[in-house]
C-alpha cells in the first residue's frame, strides 16, 4: 500500500497586474486584472514505503509548492492527495504526528536555546515515550556525533552542525515519512557525506520513506534509486534513475590503458576524445553500441592492460533534458 498517493494534483495561484506611476496608484485601486500561474499542473504518482525519492527541477518547477501541500502547508486547487491515509491540511494534528522535515534554510529549534533544550521541548510536542526518546537520542547521539554541540545555543552552532541537530529533531518521534530539502546546501564535502549517510542509514534500518528535493544533484546521484523530474508545474519524468540515465545520458566514456604502443588507436563505433601516453578515453553513443560491443572490438584488435566505462554526470543528463526539451 502506498504511502504518498497523489492524483491529478494541480495548486494555481493569482497574480495580480500592477500599475505603475501616480496613475497606476489610482488604477490599482479599483482595477483587479491578474493571471494565473500554474504552480503544480495534474500531476499524479504514488510512493511506496521505504523508497527513498529524489525530486528535483529548476527554480520555480513547482517543487517547493508540491512538498508544501504534501506537507499541509497548502490546500491544492484540484485534485487528490493522501498521505498515510490522511489528507496533510484537514488532518494536520495527527499527521504531523507521523512526519518529520528537515529546511536546509531553516530550523527547527529554538534559536536562543541549547540543541538539548530543544530536543527535550520536542519530545513534550511530540508526547514522545521516555524510553523510546532516550534511546533515539542515544543513538543520534552517536550516528550524528552531536556530543560537542549539544549544550550550544542553536544560533552559535556552524551550519553542519546545525544540520546534524534538525536532523535528529526530525527523527525523534519515529516518523514513517521524512521531507528533506536541500540538506546539504552550503555544507563542505566532509558533512556532506556525514549526512548522506545517516539519510542512507535511517532509510534502510528503519525503512523510513524520504523524499528529497535538492539542486545538488551529486545527493540524488548518491542517494536516490529513484527520481521525479518536474518543470513548469508538469512532472516530465518518473523512473528509476538508472533508466533515466540509460534514456537521456548521451554519450558514455571508455578508458583504456594499452599494454603497448600502437601506431593507432581508432575503432569503428567510438571517437577518441583524449590521449595519454598508452592511456585512451572513447566517447560512444548510447544506444548505438554497448560497452560491451566496444570492449569485444578492442579487445580483437589491441592488447589491453586495463579499461574503465564512465557514466555521464547526472548533472549533465539533467541539464540536457532542460536544455533541449527531451522530454516533451
Known amino acids: 500500500m502506498s504511502i504518498i498517493s497523489v492524483s491529478g494534483l494541480s495548486k494555481y495561484f493569482k497574480v495580480f497586474k500592477h500599475h505603475r506611476g501616480g496613475?497606476?496608484?489610482i488604477r490599482n485601486l479599483f482595477s483587479r486584472q491578474h493571471s494565473i500561474v500554474r504552480a503544480v499542473d495534474d500531476i499524479s504518482f504514488e510512493i511506496e514505503p521505504g523508497e527513498l525519492v529524489g525530486y528535483i527541477g529548476p527554480n520555480g518547477a513547482g517543487k517547493s509548492t508540491t512538498i508544501k501541500m504534501l506537507t499541509g502547508l497548502l490546500v491544492p486547487t484540484s485534485g487528490e492527495l493522501l498521505v498515510n491515509d490522511l489528507i496533510p491540511w484537514k488532518e494536520r494534528q495527527t499527521y504531523v504526528a507521523r512526519v518529520g522535515a528537515v529546511f536546509g534554510q531553516r530550523t527547527t529549534?529554538?534559536?536562543?536555546?541549547?540543541?538539548?533544550?530543544?530536543?527535550?521541548l520536542l519530545q513534550h510536542i511530540y508526547k514522545i515515550p521516555k524510553e523510546n526518546f532516550e534511546a533515539n537520542l542515544e543513538e543520534f547521539h552517536e550516528t550524528l556525533e552531536l556530543g560537542p554541540f549539544l549544550d550550544t545555543p542553536v544560533r552559535a552552532l556552524s551550519l553542519g552542525q546545525r544540520m546534524r541537530a534538525d536532523l535528529c529533531a526530525a527523527l525523534l518521534h519515529n516518523p514513517d515519512l521524512l521531507f528533506l530539502d536541500e540538506p546539504t546546501i552550503g555544507l563542505d564535502v566532509v558533512a556532506?557525506?556525514?549526512?548522506?549517510?545517516?539519510?542512507?542509514?535511517?532509510?534502510?534500518?528503519?525503512?523510513?520513506?524520504?523524499?528529497?528535493?535538492t539542486h545538488d544533484l551529486s545527493d540524488v546521484e548518491k542517494l536516490c534509486q529513484r527520481v521525479m523530474i518536474i518543470d513548469q508545474g508538469k512532472l516530465l519524468f518518473d523512473g528509476?534513475?538508472?533508466?533515466?540515465?540509460?534514456?537521456?545520458?548521451?554519450?558514455r566514456e571508455l578508458v583504456v590503458d594499452f599494454s603497448e604502443e600502437y601506431r593507432t588507436y581508432e575503432i569503428a563505433g567510438a571517437t577518441i576524445t583524449a590521449q595519454t601516453d598508452l592511456q585512451v578515453t572513447y566517447a560512444f553513443e548510447r544506444g548505438?553500441?554497448?560497452?560491451?560491443?566496444?570492449?569485444?572490438r578492442l579487445s580483437a584488435k589491441y592488447r589491453i592492460r586495463?579499461?574503465?566505462?564512465?557514466?555521464?554526470?547526472?548533472?549533465?543528463?539533467?541539464?540536457?533534458i532542460y536544455e533541449e526539451r527531451l522530454l516533451e
Open 23 to 25: 496613475l497606476g496608484a
Open 109 to 120: 529549534l529554538w534559536w536562543d536555546l541549547p540543541v538539548i533544550e530543544s530536543l527535550n
Open 192 to 213: 556532506k557525506e556525514r549526512i548522506r549517510q545517516f539519510i542512507q542509514k535511517i532509510n534502510h534500518e528503519r525503512n523510513t520513506t524520504v523524499i528529497l528535493t
Open 240 to 251: 528509476e534513475l538508472s533508466r533515466l540515465k540509460d534514456k537521456f545520458g548521451g554519450q
Open 288 to 296: 548505438m553500441i554497448t560497452a560491451s560491443e566496444l570492449i569485444g
Open 306 to 320: 586495463d579499461l574503465e566505462v564512465r557514466e555521464p554526470e547526472i548533472e549533465e543528463t539533467v541539464r540536457r
